[in-house]
């Protein structure tokens, strides 16, 4: 179980004053569980995300895996104790391949299994294996590539921030099906979406609703998502008039 305890991250402004970017959340995540953070542009969603994967450090409270504090702990032990963040936007490393990203992931992984999990994501992989992470590879190519990496590793907290950014909506059915059926009910592992998409929100077995770094709603999907429905429906009708998706 990952439990967030309290959790403060203050931030100074240009001016000179402070302000809490998350303020005082508690969360248990239970393991078998599929949960969605949504709310507002600059709520802290993603920052939370990276607090508990380390990148960022708190202010105060606590984080706890399995009863352990690793509040102190830094990216690179949390991964080591099975934690793993997909970004929103995924770094581009120039000189390595996308096979070798997926070896990190998990170094003993065969070539057959290597070749099914970028099927999977929908890709070919004689055609990108070998491919190096640079500027090549577009957005989404780069998405499907990172959550193919998720994926492949045997975490107990996976986190996803907007796995469906950038990619069409075939290849996002086709992802959060790839996430539902490896987390959800799964006793050994957690999975945390960052969303406000109408088609990943009502499918998670919780919704929490994160509005300037404040808990504004939390439980499960099939009572949080009738009162955020309309909302987040808005939101996606004027984000596709103003945005242009990039796609493979």
Not at 87 to 98: D, E, T, Y
Not at 126 to 144: A, I, N, T, V, W
Request: glycine content about 10%; charged content about 25%.
């Amino acid at each position: 179980m990952l439990k967030l305890k309290n959790l403060v991250m203050t931030v100074d402004n240009a001016n000179g004053s402070r302000r809490d970017i998350i303020h005082d959340v508690s969360i248990d995540f239970e393991p078998g569980k599929l949960y969605a953070i949504t709310g507002p542009n600059g709520g802290g969603k993603t920052t939370l995300a990276k607090i508990i994967m380390g990148i960022y450090q708190q202010s105060s409270g606590q984080i706890y895996l399995d009863e352990e504090d690793i509040s102190g702990l830094s990216v690179t032990e949390r991964a080591r104790r099975g934690i793993a963040y997909a970004f929103q936007q995924p770094p581009r490393f120039k000189g390595l391949n996308v096979s070798d990203l997926i070896k990190i992931a998990r170094p003993g992984i065969d070539g057959l299994e290597l070749r099914l999990k970028m099927r999977d994501v929908g890709l070919c992989p004689e055609d990108y294996l070998e491919r190096d992470l640079g500027p090549g590879l577009s957005g989404g190519e780069m998405k499907r590539i990172e959550i193919a990496q998720v994926l492949t590793r045997e975490g107990v907290i996976s986190m996803f921030d907007e796995p469906e950014a950038g990619v069409d909506l075939w290849t996002v059915q086709r992802l959060i099906g790839l996430i539902v059926q490896k987390y959800q009910n799964n006793p050994r592992s957690t999975a945390i979406i960052i969303t406000h998409h109408e088609n990943v929100l009502p499918i998670c077995d919780e919704i929490i609703v994160l509005e300037e770094g404040v808990i504004k709603l939390q439980g499960p999907a099939q009572e949080i998502w009738p009162l955020i429905k309309d909302d987040i429906q808005c939101k996606m009708k004027d984000q596709c008039r103003s945005e242009v998706c990039y796609e493979l």
